[in-house]
């Protein structure tokens, strides 16, 4: 490390004066002028990961959900998971040291985690289409070149790209080829394998249209358009050309307001689906004849893809452990369906993929996804290798074929993260070879009605949570307060959380009835709570 170099270009991306921020859910995340140094910084601690792994590491700039305002950064680890949760303190440490620390900081994380600062060191950075993640992605090629890194500048991709990208690489390209065009081929050919073995259908039951959230999806998917088979018809909308990102549109404002997005052209019956800003999210939907909107969330994405694989891990008839891992804001309907009709276990881990990918990498088969639409599915290796053993040895003709079936998936699915084209063609594929609609698939089981709310508090960090978020620690009260809340209704369920990536406490609530009128009120019920309980900021909760 040269200080006086390190001195140099530090104070080319100064640290806003009393500014402290934390790695939160996926990484730091606020407004994008405030996080010149934040880039910076992170590209230093992506090269000091890189030299204590000796692997190549990942620096995704992006804020996915968040307004086009925002700006953030996710730093991913050698196999494309998430940073390693010891990882994130020294992010935070060095993010928030002053000028004249900053050199001192690095000296500790280097002792800390035994860095060794002679070996050498690789980065891939991404970014997404904000107007300000250009010039971010500047910054963090400056942290990693004042620290004598290499980097691979990607450029505009998804984050799952980049994911896959730094997986491919330190798999010595095991895993695929580092290049989009690998990424491409990779998933269109297994997907195009799967689909041939589809009865043919008709033009509208192959047509999907797709919410781009104005964001990155737009522009990958039409440069993947001609690696798909024809059997494809996708509809982009929302392709960022004419608004901004993530408004009025995208999976989380789908999800949340549930709702149809802006700037789609839905007829009755249809097959929609919406991207997040950075592509890492999906959600199914589609209006009945009546005009009713109906919405398909990660719960029940992963019932689709588990009920699926269950059929063929059954058909192929070997001792794999398969496993859904969820969070607190599963709907209570999906739990129950996956528990006690299809019989798989469920387990229950906090919000943010880190946690979901963790726990998932327990079994054979881990299909995790947050109902928000962020998810995978994990096969260990040994259930791999098992599956394409047999997809090439089995001489039992069912055996062998549903080996096949289930070698195209794993390839299907990016197992890094959560993907929001892989997720699509995986499921646009089971359909098919189910001969499945959506209302088909709507009515495996019903949603319980639910509502998450919003609220503003002065500082939310006065929430603890435990029992995986779904009690609140503190402040003193609260918890029982809400157990009052919910003793009133049947059914019912409602948490409370501070956000990680937004400056404010979530509130979930869902309860049994015919329509959303006890959901709703128990969380503004709940809203109140932690308004009243937590240090409520402006007007307090509406009613909805
Ligand atoms: C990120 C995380 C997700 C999490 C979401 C919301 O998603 O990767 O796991 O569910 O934030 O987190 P929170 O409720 O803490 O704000 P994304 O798609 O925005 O990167």
Redesign the pocket.
């Known amino acids: 490390m040269d200080p006086e170099a390190l001195k140099k270009y530090s104070a080319l991306h100064p640290k806003p004066a009393g500014l402290s921020l934390q790695y939160?859910?996926?990484g730091f995340r606020t407004r994008a002028e405030q996080l010149d140094h934040v880039m910076f910084r992170m590209g230093l601690l992506a090269v000091l990961r890189s030299r204590a792994v000796g692997a190549t590491i990942g620096v995704m700039v992006t804020a996915?959900?968040?307004p086009e305002e925002d700006n953030g950064v996710?730093l991913i680890d050698p196999l494309g998971e998430m940073l390693h949760p010891s990882w994130e303190e020294y992010a935070t440490q060095l993010a928030n040291a002053e000028e004249q620390e900053l050199q001192q900081v690095i000296t500790e994380i280097c002792q800390k985690a035994a860095v060794n600062q002679h070996k050498d060191a690789s980065v891939f950075v991404g970014r997404d289409t904000r107007p300000s993640s250009e010039k971010l992605s500047q910054s963090v090629i400056d942290g990693i070149s004042v620290l004598g890194g290499q980097y691979h500048d990607y450029g505009l991709v998804t984050?799952p790209q980049l994911h896959y990208m730094v997986c491919c690489q330190n798999t010595q390209g095991q895993y695929g080829k580092a290049t989009l065009e690998g990424y491409y081929e990779k998933l269109s050919k297994a997907f195009t394998e799967l689909i041939k073995q589809c009865p043919s259908s008709g033009e509208s039951q192959r047509r999907l249209k797709i919410d781009c959230a104005n964001g990155i999806g737009a522009l990958k998917l039409s440069e993947m358009k001609p690696y798909f088979p024809k059997e494809v018809l996708i509809h982009l909308y929302n392709d960022g050309t004419k608004e901004k990102l993530n408004h009025l549109c995208g999976a989380?404002f789908v999800k949340v307001h549930q709702e149809p997005p802006r700037g789609i052209d839905m007829k009755p019956n249809e097959r929609c689906c919406s991207f997040?800003g950075?592509a890492?999210?999906i959600v199914y939907y589609y209006k009945d004849a009546a005009g009713r909107f109906h919405l398909i969330d990660g719960d029940k994405i992963a019932t689709l893809i588990s009920i699926f694989l269950k059929e063929l891990l059954g058909k192929v008839e070997q001792p794999l452990k398969m496993a859904v891992v969820q969070t607190a804001y599963a709907n209570g309907s999906s739990t129950r369906y996956l528990e006690e009709t299809l019989k798989v276990p469920v387990h229950c881990v906090k919000?943010?993929?880190k946690h979901l990918h963790h726990k998932a990498q327990e079994f054979d088969v881990g299909v995790y996804f947050?109902a928000?639409g962020?998810g995978t599915v994990l096969f260990s290796k040994a259930a791999e290798s098992k599956i394409r053993q047999l997809a090439r040895e089995e001489k039992d003709d069912k055996k062998r074929e549903a080996a096949k079936v289930l070698e195209h998936m794993i390839d299907l699915i990016n197992q890094t993260v959560g993907d929001a084209i892989s997720d699509m063609l995986v499921i646009e594929a089971i359909l098919a070879l189910k001969g499945l609609t959506v209302q088909q698939w709507d009515a495996i089981y019903t949603d319980l009605p639910n509502r998450l709310l919003k609220v503003q508090v002065a500082d939310r960090r006065v929430i603890a949570t435990g029992d995986a978020e779904r009690r609140a620690l503190t402040p003193a009260g609260l918890q029982e307060e809400l157990d009052g809340l919910v003793g009133k209704y049947r059914l019912a369920r409602a948490f409370v959380?501070p956000?990680?990536?937004?400056d404010v406490v979530?509130v979930y609530a869902e309860a049994d009835a015919q329509g959303r009128e006890n959901a709703d009120a128990l969380a503004h019920e709940v809203s109140l709570a932690v308004y009243n309980l937590a240090g409520g900021k402006g007007a307090p909760p509406q009613p909805i």
């Open positions: 939160g859910t996926a996915s959900h968040n996710k984050t989380d997040d950075d890492d999210r919000t943010g993929v947050e928000n962020h959380r956000s990680g990536t937004e979530r």
